[in-house]
């Protein structure tokens, strides 16, 4: 019998059917059934003129959509808000698509410049070892495509990152600044 209920409840649409014609045509159980679904939120219930009316869920939503101007603007209201949600999420995931991919290059070129730059320190070294920057820069710069104040950044972070394999040493013409001093000299521990 409740399925009958609802399926009368269905078929009446947008408008709704009358409670008094439900009773009617199911009989006294047919109160019982109907707060059950109400509870459910299967169906609402609601007064109109003198008269109670019930709808299911949806019919219910389009029956207020059509006949209350409020519920109405803030429907179209709740609409605009949900795609302006989707633009943004949208627009997140492509700023996240390109962090991942422009933290993957920087990480290849971080790798990049410390094997470019160990080469050139070795290859450059002295009998004792010290290597001016400004020839590991030229090596580099142009191996990698850097320039001076970038080379000089880098250079910088890699030497704090990795104190245990580099030494450095103040003086020359340029070199990183460390403790507001000139280091022009560097060499492998």
């Known amino acids: 019998m409740k399925g009958e209920i609802l399926n ?10 009358r409670k008094i014609d439900l009773k009617k045509a199911f009989g006294k159980d047919c109160e019982s ?4 679904l109400k509870a459910n939120e299967q169906i ?3 007064k109109k003129g003198v008269a109670y009316f019930v709808w299911t869920k949806e019919n219910y939503v389009q029956h207020v959509t059509q006949n209350d101007p409020k519920f109405k603007l803030m429907l179209d209201m709740l609409a605009g808000v949900n ?6 999420k949208a627009h997140a995931d492509v700023l996240q698509e390109e962090l991942e991919r422009a ?7 971080n790798d ?13 070294s002295t009998s004792i070892g010290w290597v001016p920057f400004d020839k590991i820069r030229e090596k580099v710069c142009e ?20 104190q245990d394999r580099y030494e ?16 022009g000299y560097v060499r492998n521990i």
């Open 83 to 88: 795609q302006s949600i989707a633009k943004v």
């Open 112 to 124: 990049d410049f410390e094997g470019v730059f160990n080469s050139s320190l070795n290859e450059s």
């Open 143 to 162: 191996n990698q495509n850097l320039s001076k104040e970038k080379f000089y950044q880098m250079a910088t972070n890699l030497i704090e990152n990795h």
């Open 103 to 109: 933290s993957s290059t920087v990480g290849s070129k």
């Open 44 to 46: 609402f219930i609601e």
């Open 168 to 183: 450095i040493s103040s003086g020359g013409q340029e070199g990183i600044v460390m403790r507001g001093l000139v280091h």
């Open 8 to 17: 009368k409840i269905e078929s009446s649409g947008v408008s709704g059917v």
């Open 33 to 36: 059934i109907l707060e059950e």
